[in-house]
């Protein structure tokens, strides 16, 4: 036994139901034998199989035909090193439902002309400094005072704070990395209860946005070089620590880290990731980590 088989979904939807799991202890038992007996993590939402034998891509195309159509996601993860002692996560479209630039372009009415470079963007399309500085040079001229109206829109995604603050209470770090700026990613960080934040800084003149961002760039390389500062400023190698995101510049991140997550990520991320959440909320990478809903904090 080295891999524990996690299945998530979205804790509202109640996919995982008592018929599933006595089907799927049944089979993967059947099929790869048991070893000591699954775990209810939650009541409706996550479980925990613990196979006898079956390599970690057997174990989730196992999973996967028994679960069928039903919206719930399948991870192999490894027993060995299982609690991770940091979190580097991605905040747009990974702990919050936005993306603020594209939230300020709405503002502005340009909204489609700047989504529609963030997602080539964010999908690998674009080189992501070229885009950055395109979608940010549209805002020159404009009044600080339009970051705070698009900030009031923000909404995070549930389970963030819980993933966060669960995390903390078992002795990790907790950090935000962003290649969005740091006037969101502090109230992010704040509201949502990290430790630490680091991003872009906009450049403002006299209370209007210069249109340009601050070196250094905060983009693909800058974010696994955070998290391999982090690791070390802890005394843990990368493979203790689990990293989270959605896009592309988020990649490097993900293959370095031990549990490296694509959440609800664009689909050359997802296709590329080992471990992948398409349903579930943000609690789910704690079920990945062994955790069960009674040892969350709220």
């Not at 000591?36 to 195309?61: K, M, Q, T, Y």
């Not at 080189?127 to 500085?133: Q, V």
């Not at 002795?171 to 990290?194: K, M, P």
């Not at 905060?218 to 955070?226: D, H, I, S």
Request: proline content about 3%; cysteine-free.
């Amino acid at each position: 036994m080295t891999h524990a088989l996690v299945l998530t979904s979205n804790p509202q939807a109640g996919e995982l139901d008592d018929d599933l799991y006595r089907n799927l202890r049944a089979s993967l038992a059947a099929e790869f034998g048991e070893v000591a007996p699954p775990r209810r993590l939650d009541a409706h939402s996550a479980a925990e199989f613990l196979p006898g034998g079956g390599d970690p891509e057997r174990l989730i195309a196992f999973a996967q035909t028994l679960i069928g159509g039903r919206k719930i996601d399948a991870n192999a993860v490894p027993l060995a090193g299982r609690r991770k002692k940091l979190l580097v996560a991605d905040m747009e479209s990974t702990l919050i439902h936005n993306e603020m630039l594209d939230d300020i372009a709405v503002l502005l009415g340009i909204g489609e002309r700047v989504a529609t470079i963030t997602r080539r963007a964010m999908n690998g399309e674009l080189d992501f400094r070229a885009a950055l500085a395109e979608r940010v040079g549209l805002l020159k001229g404009q009044p600080e005072s339009i970051l705070e109206k698009a900030g009031e829109g923000i909404a995070a995604i549930p389970g963030g704070a819980t993933l966060a603050r669960t995390m903390k209470a078992n002795g990790a770090l907790t950090a935000i990395v962003s290649g969005g700026f740091t006037y969101y990613t502090a109230r992010v960080r704040s509201a949502l209860g990290f430790d630490r934040d680091y991003a872009n800084v906009l450049e403002i003149d006299n209370g209007k946005l210069k249109g340009s961002v601050a070196e250094p760039i905060l983009g693909r390389e800058a974010k696994l070089a955070t998290l391999e500062k982090l690791a070390a400023e802890i005394g843990i190698g990368v493979a203790d620590a689990i990293s989270v995101g959605d896009g592309a510049n988020d990649l490097q991140m993900l293959g370095a880290a031990g549990l490296g997550v694509a959440f609800r990520a664009k689909p050359m991320v997802a296709a590329q990731a080992r471990y992948r959440i398409d349903h579930g909320d943000l609690t789910a990478l704690l079920f990945l980590q062994g955790y069960a809903e009674d040892a969350f904090v709220a």
